[in-house]
């Protein structure tokens, strides 16, 4: 496999952007269209490098996310739904991260698992966990008290620089908020395929054309925000 990556600046890996024209035969849609979408509320479907994780996570606003986009979420992801926030947020509603030594291959931030306090019941739910998010992503929301602690909705600490300093979902999908003038607060879960196995690249083109979707490659996004200026967002 050719290694789709270099390096930046700051000694970062970022992946090459993918597109029609290469090896690969996905056909991928564009950063603006996905953006239009995404910004409607409307879920993207974004993959990470081949050589990362190689998985495609539906993606949504929190501040967007309806009781019926989180049961499709639920439906058709592994289930363990993530809701990457920024770490002044994190900070602001006393959320540590989970463990203090990271050892997952990712690295991935998660913090302690909450659910919103107010007009819930168990928290499992999908009216509960749409609750939850957009009530992660309310600004108005500034006390700790009102998550219980542990939930069913899995906050995780995004990396300032975004996508540029990381390539990870987390990162994407609050670049994309924040590229949609949204509150930076996302909604994320892998998908599955009916097998159980991980949905790869083909699997994802195939699920965002039965459902009217964007796929887009976090290597899109990365080069969009060097192509137009966007480094610091």
């Known amino acids: 496999m050719v290694k789709l990556s270099y390096t930046n600046g700051n000694g970062t890996t970022i992946p ?3 597109n029609e024209k ?3 035969k996905v056909r991928f849609d564009s950063i603006p269209d996905a953006l239009a ?3 409607q509320g409307k879920f ?3 993959v990470d490098n081949e050589d990362r994780e190689n998985e495609g996570d539906l993606i949504i606003a929190a501040e967007k996310v309806t009781t ?3 049961a499709f979420m639920v439906r058709y992801t592994s289930g363990l739904i993530c809701v990457p926030i920024t770490p002044e947020r994190s900070n602001q509603l006393v959320l540590p991260l989970m463990v203090p030594n990271n050892s997952e291959k990712m690295k991935t931030a998660y913090t302690i698992s909450v659910d919103y306090k107010h007009n819930t019941t168990t928290g499992i739910s999908a009216h509960d966990r749409a609750l939850t998010a957009r009530s992660l992503a309310d600004p108005s929301i500034t006390d700790p008290n009102d ?3 542990p939930g069913h909705i899995f906050p995780l600490r995004y990396t300032r620089g975004g996508v540029l300093s990381r390539v990870g979902h987390t990162e994407a999908s609050i670049d994309l908020c924040k590229l949609a003038n949204l509150q930076p607060v996302g909604v994320i879960c892998e998908l599955v395929r009916d097998d159980g196995l991980m949905a ?3 699997d ?3 699920f965002a054309d039965e459902h009217g979707l964007r796929l887009i490659t976090i290597a899109d996004l990365v080069k969009y925000r060097l192509d137009n200026g966007f480094l610091d967002i």
């Open 16 to 18: 090459k952007p993918l």
């Open 22 to 24: 290469s090896n690969n």
């Open 37 to 39: 979408d995404f910004a």
């Open 44 to 46: 993207v479907l974004v």
């Open 68 to 70: 019926e986009q989180m």
């Open 147 to 149: 998550f219980n602690r």
């Open 200 to 202: 790869r690249r083909d």
């Open 204 to 206: 994802c083109r195939a």
